[in-house]
């Protein structure tokens, strides 16, 4: 008799115990403080009905109640992290600081070897302005889960309101790989010397791949100048430069990278080739087959080229043209890279049909410019509808610095 | 006793110490190396992020949830089902106080960006979605879009600003512009399950439970007394 009223007894302890979880459980998923208190009311011993309540409590926002609730569940289960990281947070959010320090304090003793531990502490004294102290912890964090390190970088950017110099001071990179993603922030901040001066000291993870990737990031952040120097194998090649101007070389269609160099559009609706049949100079030119539509002209062939802020600069070409009929010409205009607005354009091309000419244009670059792009236009001239019929040769690109012979007329 | 004899002891007593020196040396080396060169950083004022749910948003592009520290300047993003509020507290210097500045509740697919200082200015420029901004006294609150400021709070008295803009419409200045009143962040309503309410989906759960629990208390013998046939 006595073993069955103790099965009895102990199954009524289990349901007890099942029916206050699964009420917890409940109370979670619809926000309910009237099945959390019936749970803890069933099973008053039990952490997980008073974390249960104390979360209920938190979304409600009634922290003061949910405070008491992780408390105690935090007495009850006091080597579980992510309670008292819990009870720190709903501390916090009462205005008590120190008590909320201490509950992150236990969460890291009872986890440390985790990262959620130190980096929930750190944030919370970098609120609590000990950024030195913050940052021991967000370090610590990132070293053990990688996918912390943007955002502490992020943290040191933001901490030093731009500054380079702190922001790396408060990271304390130790890895190449924290150093490269530090360099591709910067980029991306538009701090090109510091991006480029980071990368440089990286010891093994200066591949080309993370090199073209930094120049994308560079560009993104309009770092032109930096982002040619990251570019440029040969170190003679000085800027202003239009590469491959005679043509040369060969000219990737369809090149994914959008850096240096010529890029031709790979939905032009102009015939793009590299022709060895036409040349003024060297061996071969540029052929512009067109027939017909012609909407976009920038989007057919393009470069950007790395340049001096309040310069002005001379751009020469030779072009020959065979049956171009149209009512607007096309012609090479150039526009500041970064603030996307027109620096200047040429004459338009000579129609129907000429031999090789020499064509050239002067422009002046913005307080701000640091590259142009060099491409087609067309000069319309209230022609619309406005087809475009025959072909045209393009060779010997050259642009040159000429203010100081400018200023000196 | 002989000389040999009297120093034997001594030996082993140096070599025992020497010993101990070495494990404690060994112990020194292996703790983790934490370097603490102070870096000079301005005080500054920061928000603390409080995610719905905990569900992460994006800050500055990066996946964040509650407890994420905010500084100025930084581009928050919610999606759909997501919101947050950024409680912004710090020494400010207009009066030279410890306190609060205020909060930005965003709502879900909004798209915001906060800047404040230790003056006690708390900006909300709206790229898209809906955010609420509460100053304190002495703090000054501000709605904007990339076109301009909205509206801004009285210092004297602090108060509560509501922006809903959707780029292409005109933006909704006003109480209740986003989504009727409470907090909109907050978590939703107790719906209970499969939408039942409160008390209904209680019942089905203890029934459920009682159910469950019936074979316990009610063996087969007595559930069926005249037993199993042949």
Not at chain 1, 216 to 240: H, M
Not at chain 2, 111 to 130: I, S
Request: charged share 20%; hydrophobic share 40%.
């Amino acid at each position: 008799m006595l073993g069955i009223a103790c099965c009895l007894l102990l199954m009524q302890s289990a349901a007890r115990f099942g029916y206050a979880r699964l009420l917890g459980k409940y109370a979670v998923a619809v926000n309910s403080i009237q099945a959390a208190d019936e749970a803890v009311a069933l099973a008053p011993g039990d952490p997980e009905v008073h974390r249960a309540r104390g979360r209920v409590l938190s979304r409600l926002q009634m922290p003061g109640e949910a405070r008491n609730s992780f408390e105690i569940a935090s007495r009850l289960r006091y080597r579980d992290d992510f309670l008292w990281l819990e009870l720190g947070r709903t501390r916090e959010e009462l205005g008590d600081t120190s008590a909320a320090l201490a509950a992150f304090d236990q969460a890291v003793r009872y986890a440390p070897y985790y990262a959620h531990t130190y980096w929930q502490r750190g944030n919370l004294k970098l609120r609590m302005g000990q950024y030195n102290e913050a940052f021991v912890d967000l370090r610590a964090a990132a070293a053990s889960r990688k996918s912390y390190v943007p955002s502490l970088i992020d943290l040191a950017w933001g901490l030093s309101r731009g500054d380079g110099k702190v922001a790396e001071q408060l990271i304390q990179i130790s890895t190449d790989q924290d150093r490269y993603a530090f360099a591709r922030f910067l980029a991306q901040k538009g701090k090109g010397k510091e991006s480029v001066g980071q990368f440089r000291l990286l010891v093994r993870d200066r591949s080309d791949e993370n090199r073209r990737e930094l120049i994308r990031d560079l560009i993104a952040g309009k770092a032109f100048r930096e982002a040619f120097e990251l570019w440029r194998t040969d170190s003679s090649l000085k800027p202003p430069v239009i590469l491959n101007g005679g043509f040369e070389e060969a000219i990737e269609l369809e090149s994914p990278d959008s850096t240096f160099g010529w890029f031709v559009f790979a939905k032009s609706e102009a015939k793009v080739v590299r022709d060895e049949s036409e040349k003024l100079s060297g061996r071969a030119s540029l052929l512009l087959g067109l027939n017909g539509n012609w909407k976009g002209p920038a989007q057919t062939i393009s470069q950007t080229i790395a340049v001096e802020p309040d310069r002005r600069y001379r751009i020469s070409f030779a072009v020959k043209t065979k049956d171009l009929v149209t009512g607007g010409p096309p012609a090479i205009a150039v526009k500041d890279r970064g603030a996307d607005e027109g620096l200047g354009q040429s004459q338009a091309f000579p129609t129907p049909s000429s031999d090789w000419q020499r064509i050239q244009f002067e422009f002046s670059t913005r307080p701000g410019t640091q590259a142009i792009v060099l491409e087609f236009t067309r000069v319309a001239n209230g022609c619309s509808p406005c087809p475009i019929f025959g072909e045209l040769w393009l060779d010997d690109f050259v642009i040159e610095d000429v203010t100081t012979v400018n200023s000196q007329r | 006793m002989s000389l040999k004899r009297r120093n034997g002891p001594r030996a082993i007593a140096a070599l025992i110490l020497f010993s101990i020196a070495q494990v404690g040396l060994q112990v020194g080396l292996a703790e983790p190396t934490i370097t603490t060169t102070a870096t000079t950083v301005l005080p500054q004022v920061i928000g603390r992020l409080t995610t719905r749910n905990n569900q992460p948003i994006q800050v500055n592009g990066l996946s964040a949830t509650t407890g994420a520290s905010i500084l100025s300047g930084a581009t928050l993003e919610t999606g759909a089902d997501q919101s947050a509020i950024v409680k912004i507290s710090g020494v400010l210097r207009r009066p030279l106080v410890t306190g609060t500045v205020g909060a930005v509740e965003i709502a879900p697919n909004s798209k915001v960006v906060l800047t404040f200082d230790e003056q006690g200015n708390l900006k909300a420029l709206v790229m898209f979605g809906c955010v609420k901004v509460s100053a304190e006294r002495n703090a000054t609150g501000e709605v904007a879009i990339e076109q301009g400021s909205l509206a801004k709070t009285d210092p004297a008295s602090g108060g509560d600003l509501e922006l809903r803009y959707d780029p292409g419409s005109a933006p909704a200045v006003g109480p209740g512009a986003c989504k009727g009143p409470g907090p909109i962040y907050a978590a939703g309503s107790s719906g209970g399950l499969f939408g039942l309410g409160v008390p209904a989906t209680i019942a089905v759960v203890a029934a459920g439970t009682a159910a469950g629990l019936t074979p316990l208390f009610f063996p087969d013998d007595q559930v069926n007394p005249s037993g199993p046939s042949n």
